[in-house]
């Protein structure tokens, strides 16, 4: 709901002649002058603190000791709690051990080689052949025949050879091809085994890590400054677990620690040394009360005249009688639907100090309480001011009636701040000019009034 508020203008109501004492008039004429007009925008809102972190157990154990004690102030990096969990710390136990059994290991390419074959024997056999044939050939008494004959053993010979050198060649070819196709095999597999274990090690690493984290997580220390509120804690009840815990606490493994306290709730047991708790349970929640904030819930009619910088008063309902300034830092692009189907957008303010209507200082209020802000939206210490009841909504016209030589004069007025009482006349009318102020639903054009 908006409400908008303005100051009355310097206007000088003259009755209708006619009029008697005993019958009140049914039309109102005033003459325009200039006045200070205020626009302000009403909305609900909840004050707010700077900062605000809920310190959670990070493992199932007990709490060792607390240090603080509720609406305690504490310092940036105060211990507050110590947690005793030998699950956690057995966890980082189990990790090490996992992190250097996951040592890479190598895969050598074994030697394959096919057995060559042992022709000497067989070689010395033909060449004794060879020889007894030339020996042969040369007892043949016919020279062109001999020589025939010898020319034939020779060339046989020469071929024989040359197979001989081929057979080499080809096994020297199978063993390089067959040794390649192993190596090639060798080489893929090893690569990939490699890359196994270089993923292993690396998970083994990053859940030493994970655990080293929850260990140091059992000192529980403040974030920044502010004041402390005990939580409540399950119980402990917690699922122990190992590695593979840690394990599921990494990117893609598994979920994170739950950001839902598991036995917060006001059943839950106070937070006190000896008290065992579950990993999410809340310890302290530390509240930066440095420098309150306001959060209102502007309508969607009025957000749009809401700017950075705008100056608001504010009333809470738990300091009676106060006003308290406040400042327009933020406005939120999220809409808002309420329970009556309107939409609202969220406007974020800086609270300022307050004072009581005798000038007194007034307290300090705490982050949570509600409170109404009376934004001034659009503010003209000087404007041609008219009453609000002057003026008539003609479809998307603003509209007064002008009295000109005692004549009803339709006018269509621009509207600038428009306040409760009175209404800024941007173009549409003249200082000095007499409108009708009251009945204007009921004047027509060219009425006679006086």
């Known amino acids: 709901m908006t409400i908008r508020y303005g100051a009355a203008p310097l206007l000088v109501l003259l009755a209708l002649t006619g009029c008697t004492s005993q019958e009140p008039p049914t039309v109102q004429v005033a003459g325009v002058q200039r006045g200070p007009v205020t ?7 909840t004050i707010g603190a700077r900062a605000s972190a809920t310190l959670r157990s990070p493992a199932q154990g007990t709490i060792a000791k607390l240090y603080v004690r509720d609406g305690d102030r504490v310092r940036k990096g105060q211990i507050v709690a110590r947690i005793r969990s030998p699950q956690a710390e057995d966890q980082l136990r189990q990790a090490r051990q996992a992190s250097e059994m996951a040592t890479p290991a190598r895969i050598s390419a074994p030697s394959v080689r096919l057995p060559s074959l042992d022709t000497g024997a067989f070689d010395r056999k033909v060449a004794r052949h060879f020889a007894k044939a030339r020996a042969e050939a040369r007892k043949v008494e016919d020279k062109r025949t001999r020589r025939q004959l010898l020319n034939a053993i020779d060339l046989a010979r020469s071929q024989y050879r040359a197979q001989t050198r081929a057979l080499a060649s080809i096994t020297a070819q199978l063993n390089r091809s067959v040794s390649g196709l192993v190596t090639g095999v060798t080489s893929g597999l090893s690569n990939s085994m490699a890359s196994l274990q270089a993923a292993s090690a690396s998970q ?3 859940a030493v890590k994970a655990a080293e984290r929850t260990v140091t997580s059992l000192t529980v220390k403040a974030p920044f400054a502010g004041v402390v509120t005990l939580g409540r804690v399950s119980g402990g009840g917690g699922v122990p677990g190992g590695v593979e815990s840690l394990l599921g606490q990494l990117p893609g493994g598994g979920q994170q620690l739950p950001s839902v306290p598991g036995g917060g709730s006001a059943q839950g047991t106070p937070v006190a040394a000896g008290v065992p708790v579950s990993a999410g349970d809340t310890i302290v929640t530390v509240t930066d009360v440095s420098e309150l904030t306001l959060d209102a819930d502007v309508d969607e009619t009025d957000v749009l005249l809401v700017e950075e910088g705008v100056e608001a008063e504010v009333e809470l309902d738990a ?6 300034a406040a400042e327009v830092t933020g406005i939120g692009v999220t809409p808002m639907e309420g329970t009556t189907g309107g939409v609202s957008y969220p406007v974020r303010l800086r609270l300022g100090d307050g004072t009581f209507d005798d000038g007194s200082a007034a307290p300090t209020p705490k982050p949570g309480m509600s409170a109404v802000a009376r934004l001034t939206v659009r503010e003209s210490p000087s404007a041609i001011a008219a009453p609000a009841s002057a003026v008539v909504s003609s479809g998307r016209e603003s509209v007064v ?8 004069q339709r006018r269509v007025v621009k509207l600038g701040a428009q306040g409760d009482a009175v209404v800024e006349v941007l173009s549409g009318l003249s200082v000095g000019e007499r409108i009708v102020v009251r009945g204007a639903d009921s004047v027509r054009e060219g009425q006679r009034l006086p």
């Open 401 to 408: 009636w002008a009295v000109r030589n005692g004549v009803a």
């Open 319 to 324: 300091v009676p009688g106060a006003t308290y």
């Open 204 to 206: 083994a690493k990053a």
């Open 39 to 45: 626009e302000v925008v009403e909305a609900p809102a």
